[in-house]
Structure formats: C-alpha cells, structure tokens
C-alpha cells in the first residue's frame, strides 16, 4: 500500500497496463476525496497539536472473486486510488500476490529510491558546515 500511495498516477497506470495482470474491481466505496487533520508535535515535550488539514482520496473496490482491497493516498487523483485498491486487492490473492510483487510493487521501490537519492544528492549539496574555533585563552 505504501509503494501505491507513493507512486505519482501516471507510474501506477503504466505500471497497471504493462502487468498483464485481469484489474476488473466493483467499486464499493468511492473514490471519494475529503480532509484529514494532520498533526505535530512541538516543544521538549513534544505536546501534539494540529497544523492544519490535508486532503485524502480514499477507495474500497471487489474482485470478482470476492476480494476487498482498500487505498488511500494524498490528493485527489480519484483514478490513482481506484487503481490501487483494485491492485492491493489482487496483491490480497495467493495466485497473484508474486506477480503484483514483481511487476508493479519492485519497481515502483526502485523508482521511488532513486527519486529519494535525487532528492538527496540534491540537498547534500546545498549542505553549510558550521564550526566554531577554539581560541587558546581559555
């Protein structure tokens, strides 16, 4: 579920198509889109208050072999949700949990590693080292 709610639409779609894989889902829920409450946490404490609000598309679809799958991920891509509820609940079935495995879930990690190693590459690069010299007075 984590690699589907990470993957932008455009890869879990391709992802999808290239599989091969029979994706017919009845919708159960949704998708539909709404609000959550994030929350932070601040001070020594760590006393948890609200930032603000973020928003959710979330889904429930059947196979018709009678598995549920369910997805939520940030935004509204109401497609992307569908899409992955109907693959986490192919991934649910014993015949072909390898195949989601290999073809969409392997590399949509590996996709999502090397944008991650981008990203910090990128930033390692705008890195300041400070320091502080000791003077021998002291």
């Known amino acids: ?3 589907f ?3 932008s639409g455009d890869e879990l779609r391709k992802l999808a198509k290239a599989s091969g894989l029979a994706l017919d889902a009845t919708p159960l829920r949704g998708p ?3 609000l959550v409450t994030v929350r ?10 609200n930032t603000g ?3 959710v598309t979330r889904a429930t679809v059947q196979l ?3 598995q549920v799958g369910h997805a939520y991920s940030l935004g509204r891509d109401r497609e992307k949700v569908r899409l ?3 693959l986490d609940a192919v991934w649910c079935t014993p015949e072909t949990r390898a195949a989601v495995e290999q073809k969409i879930v392997a590399p949509l990690v ?25 003077r021998g007075e002291d």
Do not use: C
């Open 40 to 49: 932070g946490r601040i001070g020594g404490g760590g006393a948890p208050f």
């Open 32 to 34: 539909e889109t709404g």
């Open 110 to 134: 590996r996709m999502q590693a090397e944008r991650d190693a981008k990203r910090h590459a990128e930033t390692a690069a705008t890195k300041v080292d400070f320091f502080t010299m000791v």
């Open 64 to 66: 018709p072999s009678g």
């Open 53 to 55: 609000e973020a928003t």
């Open 84 to 86: 992955a509820a109907t």
């Open 1 to 3: 579920m984590a690699a």
């Open 5 to 7: 709610a990470a993957a």
